[in-house]
């Protein structure tokens, strides 16, 4: 068995990570995955948070935070598909709080004419960046 699979991490707008990985952790939706060369074939979606890549040869690991998004293993392949991507290195802890902030606000406040499903998914988001940040933070 390889010691190592393929890693592509996508979204909309550009390929955020590609290359070869002994291990992927990420927020599946009924929790964490964590999946190793010859892992079974599996489509599932993701949750909101963070992406961990275990790249092989290197001592630390690559982030990637990830807003959802659907994931496809196969036994020398991962596939992350992400509604929105981001390089661990370029997280803004001001932007995801003030995201929150907002998100917050907009499902307090009754009488504003919002979509309460979209405020509490980019609650929801906001909060697994934080999340991300901090891990990434602990990390390093």
Known sequence: MAHTMRVDVVSA???????????????????????????????????PGAVRIKIAGQAEDEFVFVAGGI?????HAVTVLADTA??????????AAEAKRLAEEALVNRESKIDYAQAQAELASAIAQLAAIQRLRQKR
């Open 13 to 47: 707008e550009e390929a955020i990570f590609s290359g070869e990985a002994e291990f992927v952790a990420l927020p599946g939706e009924s929790g964490e995955l964590g999946i190793l060369p010859g892992h079974t074939p599996l489509i599932t979606r993701i949750r």
């Open 71 to 75: 994931l496809e293993v196969q036994p």
């Open 86 to 95: 981001i390089r661990g290195a370029d997280l803004d802890e001001a932007k």
